[in-house]
Each structure stands twice: as structure tokens, then as C-alpha cells.
């Protein structure tokens, strides 16, 4: 308003200034003498007058220039409306269709009234209809599975009262048809300028379909696929939980029994490995069904099984659940018209407070595992810590002796083998012997039957027979006399398929002599392993290798084996031999007897006096040894040996 007063003004002010200069311009132009000219009075009226018409004029202007910039103004306002309401609807739009898309349902609660909006799709998750009554919490609670409410209040409480920056939990909600559903539910809280949560909205994502996945893949995850049985990583959790439930109890409160299937690789090999899966899945049944509610079966991988036993109360309950697991696999299983037989090995452990870790745990398990293994088939043992003693001894000389084949470290002893009744060396056996690093000569004992069970026997073996072979081809041809060389072959090794071949490289590279060599074999190759034995033996027939059945008497060796396969000759096992001369000699001399019915040859071992060589020679015993005639020693002893041997068969000159 003052700029358009200020602007009139000056609009004046510019009028009378013209119009007092124009009548100061007429009078110098047409003298004083004019101010007495009635139109230079006129002059001004009509200068008013058209002031007046150009002032209206300039009016009329301004204000179609005010109504045109109204117009203008009130076009760009509807415009921006427009632009605004369309904006709108197509916000509304696009959530609307991406809460369809997302297929969620929406929910909308006032915290301080408890009123709760909840949209169509959300009661059509649990089967309730658009008009179905859910405006409270109470009403949404209601279709929560019971055991999952506590949880549920505890998440919308934690946000509300702003112990946790938003809101996302899964729950189950009951179906109307009694069935159940995993839902995702998340949300955020308005509050006020207090910081207090007024309002809460969110959405809830049926994920049924994603919680069975996930539950699968647990499943799998912590569960054996061919038995179903719990596996090794949820078999420790429950044994870290009890031994967390029992870290303060001075009694114990749980035990645990690992369980290793005897000789069920023979299965494997015999019949495949499918048979051997349903073998697996039939002694896993077996093996449940006699656990108490409450024990754990797991198996642990390949042929082991556990057991993790709670609430006992003395030592021999634990035992008496071992030995009901061993009674329950007495009846063979039957696959594919196969009856096989059954049984296992069991260690157990009792868990006290001692023990701080699963994997002390399962290593004594272990350890009496393979004690009751080593007792024979289908044992038991409960572990003590003399036996981790012992284990730990072991592993020193599986370590050591692996230390020692890798510098061929081991010495080959020799022993010799006579005729009867001459006692003229006619061959020698090759046995191993060990100086360990303290300098003591571990005996065979000590360390072949960890070479066993670890596979070392095989490179050891094989060292032993590369050598020998070559230290007798040697003696060969410095005595120029035949001599022949016994190795002792375990059944591990005679049954691998690249035995022969070794046997034959050996026998090449050395120049022995032909038919030389003498395989001793345990009974155990004829009983377990008839098809690999039928081939190895025809092709050492080939090489004219012979093979002598060692320590005839003391395994199972049938007489329908002896018929069956090419055996040479027998060891009498010097049980037997040390027998002679008392009331109970009568099973040696059978021995004898049969060899030489089944035309084999027979060497007796374990010959130490003058009286056992008298009742071998009355036998007919054509060879024996023993340290009557020589101990085991080395070939810079044995060489005298054999050096007055063969002069003493060389012909008087």
C-alpha cells in the first residue's frame, strides 16, 4: 500500500513540475504581456483533466496486470494441486502394490488406545475373513501359538519402550484349519517429542516355506543321511551340554559308549557298498531300539556308533547298556538272502568333572574302544587312565617307526632252518629287528602289531623282502650251494593287489635263485580272503614262489583249507613243539602226521633242546629251527654260519 501511495505521489509531483515548466516556457516565449492570455489559465484545468484520464488510464492497467498475475498465480496453485494429488495417488498406488506384490499383510496399532487396524491380507494368512474381529492386541495375540506369545511380547516391548531400534521377530500363528504358520513380523514405532512410541506399524510375512528349507537344512546339517540318526557335530553339542550340566557335580552324571562295528570292512569289500548301507541302517535300527528314553545314538561316521547315557546311577548300569547293545546284534542281519553276522567293539567312558572337553571325551572312548577290540570280537572295556598311558606309548612308536622306515632304519635279522637228522642249514627266515633311539632292540611284539593296525607292515614288509632277497641271492653265489629264504607276509599285505607284482620286482632285481623263496602266511588268509587268495596263489605258483602256512595249530584253519589251496608246507608252532615229551605231545605228532599225508613239507619251530630234535626225528620231521640250533642273528654273523656249513658238505679232497 505505501509503495503505491509513494508511486502516485511522485506521479503528481511530476505533473505540476511539467506543467509549472511549460507555462515558464510560454512565458519566454511570448512575454510577461501572455499572463493576461485566458488560455495559459486554461492550460492548467486541461492538464488536470488529462492527468486525470492518463492516471485512470495507468489504473485500468495496473489492475488487469494484478488480475492477469492473480489468474496466473491461481492457475500454478490448481496446477501444483493436481501435480500434488497425482503425486498422492500414485504413492498410494505404488505401496498398495507393493504390499500386494510382497503378498505381506499390514497392521497399524495405537499404542496408547490399543486400537489395531490389520488389512486384509494379514487375516487371510491364518483363514480369517475381511470383516473377522481383530481390532485389539489381545484379538491378534489370540491366533499366536501359545508357547510363542512370551516371545512376541518381549520383541513389541523391547522397540515400544526403546530397548531395541525397530521391531522383527518370527512366530507361529494357528491357521483356523488347526494348522500352523511361521511368520515374519517387522514394524517401527512413531513417537513423540518426548521420545514416547504413540504409534506402531509394520507387516508380517508368511514364511512357512522358508522355516521348513531352513529346518531341512538342519536337519541334514546335524543328522547322518543313511540312518538318521543324529551325526558328529550334534553329537558334541550334547555332550559339551552335559558335560556343562555336570561341570559341578562330583558324581557322574553321564557316560559315554563308542561303538566300532568288527570287520564290517569285509562287508563293504564282499558285497558292495550298497549291502553295506543297508547293513549300516539295520544295525543303527537294532541299536535304538534297545536305548532308554532319554540316550542319545549317533553315528559318527563309516562303522562308528555313540552313545551318550544321562541318568544312571552306578558304573555297572553303563555297562549293562553296552552289553545289551552287543546282545541285540547276537542274530545275524539279513539282506538280499545274505544272513551276516554282527557285532561290535564298545569303549566306555564315565563322564566325571575331570573332563573340560568333548574331545577328551571321545579320544578315551577310543582308546577303550580299541582295547576291547584288541581282547577279541564283540567286547567291552571301561576305560582307566592306565590305558591313555599306554596309547600315548603307541603313538611313540608308530611315530618312531615311521621315522625308521623313512631312513631304513631297520635291521634284517636271520635265522636259520636245518634238515633232520643232519641238522645241515638249508635255508634261512628273515625277521626284523628295531634299534630304536635310546638304543634298546625293540622286540617283533613291541612294535608289528601297531605296524598292523596302522599299515605300516606294508612299507616294512616290503623293505625286509627287497633286502633279504638280495642278501641270500649274495650267498648264493658266494657259497655256491642252494639256500632258502622264508619272509613272514601278514594277511593285510598278501591280499593287496600289487603284492605279486612287488614279489616279482624283489626276486628280479636280486638274481635270487628260482624257487628260493618261501612265503609264510597266518592261517587268517585262507579263512577271509578265499577269491584274492585263489589268483596270488596260482601266480606264485607261476613264479615258483612257495608258500608255507606259519604257526599251524594256534588260529582256525580248516582241513577242507589245507585241501583247497596250494599250500607247501606247514610251521608247526612251537607250542606244540614244547609240548613233546610230556602226556599231552599227541596233537604235535598229528600235525607231522597229517603233513605228511597231505604230502606238505613241515619245519618245527621253537627247537631249543636236545630232546625236542630226538622227537622231531622220530616224527620223521624233516626241518626245523630254533635257538637250539641258532638265535635270530645278522648277516655279518650269519656268514660263518653258512660258511662252515658249506665246507662241511664240500667232498674230501
Same mark, same amino acid.
Given at each position: ?444 611284539? $613291541? +612294535? /608289528?602289531?601297531?605296524? @598292523? &593296525? ?5 612299507? #616294512?614288509?616290503?623293505?625286509? =623282502? %627287497? ?30 593287489? $600289487? +603284492? /605279486?607284482?612287488?614279489? @616279482? &620286482? ?5 638274481? #635270487?635263485?628260482?624257487?628260493? =623263496? %618261501? ?135
Amino acid at each position: 500500500m505505501l509503495e503505491r501511495a509513494s508511486r502516485h505521489l511522485l506521479s503528481a509531483n511530476l505533473f505540476f513540475g511539467l506543467l509549472v515548466a511549460t507555462i515558464c516556457v510560454f512565458l519566454a516565449l511570448w512575454g510577461p504581456e501572455q499572463l493576461l492570455n485566458p488560455v495559459l489559465w486554461l492550460l492548467p484545468l486541461a492538464s488536470g483533466l488529462v492527468y486525470l484520464a492518463f492516471r485512470s488510464h495507468h489504473m485500468y492497467l495496473e489492475r488487469l496486470a494484478g488480475e492477469e498475475r492473480h489468474r496466473e498465480e491461481v492457475l500454478r496453485l490448481h496446477e501444483d494441486t493436481l501435480a500434488a494429488l497425482e503425486a498422492a495417488r500414485r504413492s498410494e498406488e505404488r505401496y498398495a502394490l507393493a504390499a500386494a506384490g510382497s503378498n505381506d499383510g499390514l497392521w497399524d496399532w495405537d499404542v496408547a488406545t490399543d486400537a489395531l487396524y490389520c488389512s486384509g491380507r494379514w487375516r487371510e494368512m491364518i483363514g480369517l475373513d475381511a470383516t473377522a474381529p481383530i481390532a485389539l492386541l489381545e484379538q491378534w495375540l489370540d491366533h499366536v501359538v501359545e508357547d510363542d506369545r512370551p516371545g512376541l511380547l518381549w520383541a513389541l516391548r523391547s522397540h515400544v519402550e526403546g530397548d531395541r531400534s525397530h521391531f522383527e521377530h518370527e512366530y507361529r500363528m494357528r491357521h483356523v484349519d488347526g494348522s500352523t504358520w511361521w511368520v515374519l513380523c517387522r514394524g517401527i514405532a512413531v513417537r513423540d517429542e518426548a521420545g514416547r512410541a504413540i504409534r506402531m506399524a509394520g507387516s508380517q510375512t508368511d514364511i512357512t516355506e522358508q522355516r521348513r528349507i531352513r529346518d531341512s537344512l538342519a536337519q541334514a546339517a546335524q543328522h547322518d543321511p543313511l540312518t538318521d540318526l543324529p551325526n558328529r557335530t550334534l553329537f558334541r553339542e550334547l555332550l559339551q551340554h552335559a558335560i556343562r550340566q555336570n561341570a559341578r557335580q562330583s558324581a557322574p552324571g553321564y557316560a559315554v559308549l563308542f561303538i566300532d562295528l568288527d570287520d564290517f570292512k569285509q562287508v563293504n569289500d564282499t558285497y558292495g557298498h550298497v549291502v553295506g548301507d543297508r547293513f549300516l541302517a539295520a544295525i543303527a535300527g537294532r541299536l535304538q531300539a534297545e536305548l532308554r528314553p532319554g540316550d542319545s545314538l549317533a553315528r559318527l561316521g563309516g562303522d562308528e556308533f555313540a552313545v551318550l547315557v544321562e541318568d544312571f546311577d552306578t558304573h555297572g548300569a553303563v555297562v549293562a547298556i553296552a552289553e545289551r547293545l552287543q546282545r541285540a546284534l547276537d542274530e545275524p542281519i539279513r539282506i538280499s538272502n545274505q544272513d551276516l553276522p554282527a557285532s561290535a567293539s564298545i569303549g566306555i567312558v564315565v563322564g566325571t568333572s575331570s573332563y573340560h572337553s568333548v574331545d577328551a571325551i571321545l579320544r578315551d572312548a577310543d582308546i577303550a574302544m580299541y582295547r576291547a577290540k584288541a581282547a577279541g570280537r564283540g567286547g567291552h572295556e571301561l576305560f582307566d587312565p592306565a590305558m591313555y598311558a599306554s596309547a600315548l606309548s603307541r603313538l611313540r612308536i608308530e611315530t618312531e617307526l615311521r621315522r625308521a622306515l623313512e631312513k631304513n632304519a631297520l635291521t634284517v635279522f636271520y635265522q636259520p632252518i636245518v634238515q633232520l637228522p643232519s641238522s645241515e642249514i638249508c635255508g634261512v627266515e628273515a625277521l626284523v629287528r628295531w634299534e630304536r633311539a635310546d638304543g634298546r632292540v625293540a622286540q617283533p611284539l $613291541e +612294535f /608289528i602289531p601297531i605296524a @598292523e &593296525e596302522t599299515g605300516l607292515v606294508v612299507p #616294512l614288509t616290503y623293505q625286509v =623282502l %627287497r633286502e633279504a632277497c638280495h642278501q641270500v641271492a649274495a650267498w648264493q653265489q658266494m657259497y655256491e650251494r642252494p639256500l632258502d629264504l622264508s619272509v613272514n607276509i601278514s594277511s593285510r599285505l598278501f591280499t593287496r593287489p $600289487e +603284492f /605279486i607284482d612287488q614279489v @616279482e &620286482e624283489a626276486m628280479a632285481e636280486s638274481g #635270487l635263485l628260482p624257487g628260493s =623263496l %618261501r612265503l609264510e602266511i597266518p592261517e587268517s588268509v585262507l579263512i577271509d580272503h578265499s577269491e584274492v587268495v585263489d589268483q596270488h596263489f596260482q601266480r606264485l605258483r607261476n613264479l615258483q614262489v612257495a608258500v608255507h602256512l606259519d604257526n599251524f595249530g594256534s588260529g582256525y584253519a580248516s582241513l577242507s583249507c589245507l585241501q583247497r589251496y596250494p599250500v607247501d608246507a606247514l610251521k608247526l608252532d612251537k607250542s606244540f613243539v614244547a609240548r613233546m615229551g610230556t602226556a599231552n605231545e599227541g596233537v604235535g605228532g598229528a600235525i607231522v602226521r597229517l603233513a605228511r599225508e597231505l604230502g606238505m613239507g613241515l619245519i618245527a619251530e621253537g627247537v631249543e633242546t636236545a630232546a625236542h630234535v630226538d622227537q622231531l626225528r622220530a616224527l620223521d620231521c624233516p626241518h626245523a629251527q630254533g635257538y637250539l640250533f641258532s638265535q635270530p642273528v645278522t648277516a655279518g654273523e650269519m656268514a660263518p654260519l653258512l660258511a662252515a656249513a658249506a665246507a662241511a658238505t664240500q667232498p674230501a679232497a
